[in-house]
């Protein structure tokens, strides 16, 4: 990864926190889970496959705590397989 990336992914990850409203917050998660994913993968010099894996579980991880956060209901493992909602 070049120099020019990583200071794409900052500037994603600064415009994302800008656009913070009750309205898209699961947006904003998504852009700013997808940045930290691919600074991690640039920091640890990632190939291109290892990158999108670690840009999109990034951002999908950036959706769940956005969404937990907005309602308040975090997921619980039961131990058997099965999970609980349950306020965070």
């Not at 994913?37 to 640890?44: E, H, N, S, Y």
């Amino acid at each position: 990864m070049t120099r020019n990336t990583i200071i794409g992914a900052l500037a994603g990850l600064a415009l994302a926190g800008c656009v913070d409203t009750n309205d898209n917050r699961e947006l904003t998660g998504a852009a700013i889970g997808a940045g930290a994913g691919l600074i991690g993968a640039t920091v640890f010099d990632a190939n291109a496959g290892w990158t999108v894996a670690s840009t999109l579980a990034g951002a999908a991880a950036g959706t769940l705590i956005a969404r937990n956060t907005r309602t308040n209901q975090c997921a619980y493992a039961n131990g058997d397989g099965t999970y609980r909602t349950a306020p965070c």
